[in-house]
Nanobody
Framework: QLQASGGGLVQAGGSLRVSCAAS????????MGWFRQAPGKEREFVSG????????NYADSVKGRFTISRDNRKNTVSLQMNSLKPEDTAVYYC?????????????????????WGQGTLVTVSS
């Protein structure tokens, strides 16, 4: 199971950190990803990190503003979001995949992630 937390309301330009705690199994060897879904829009890839933590990917829309990290000892993955914009408003979901997802395209494909958290709402006011 994956449990996301840390969402909330923040003003544009502010920062927020969302985290995802895994339980029931060890996800240290899994690729972890963050996706988001804004009202009326499809779910989109935000960021991903492979098991070692040294290989990360970001959607162009968040590159330079968001940073993904993981702590395999604590079975957690986090997304630090800076310089938030109103268009970042969405429900943020963490996901886990046992696959290596060796390409950027693969890492951004939601159907390759069998495990999903319940989502946490991030609202950025203008």
């Amino acid at each position: 199971q994956l449990q996301a937390s840390g969402g909330g309301l923040v003003q544009a330009g502010g920062s927020l950190r969302v985290s995802c705690a895994a339980s029931g199994r060890t996800f240290s060897s899994y690729t972890m990803g963050w996706f988001r879904q804004a009202p009326g829009k499809e779910r989109e890839f935000v960021s991903g990190i492979r098991w070692s933590g040294g290989d990360t990917n970001y959607a162009d829309s968040v590159k330079g503003r968001f940073t993904i990290s993981r702590d395999n000892r604590k079975n957690t993955v986090s997304l630090q979001m800076n310089s938030l914009k109103p268009e970042d408003t969405a429900v943020y979901y963490c996901a886990a995949s046992r696959y290596t997802l060796s390409t950027t395209q693969a890492m951004g494909t939601s159907t390759l992630y069998p495990y999903w958290g319940q989502g946490t709402l991030v609202t950025v006011s203008s």
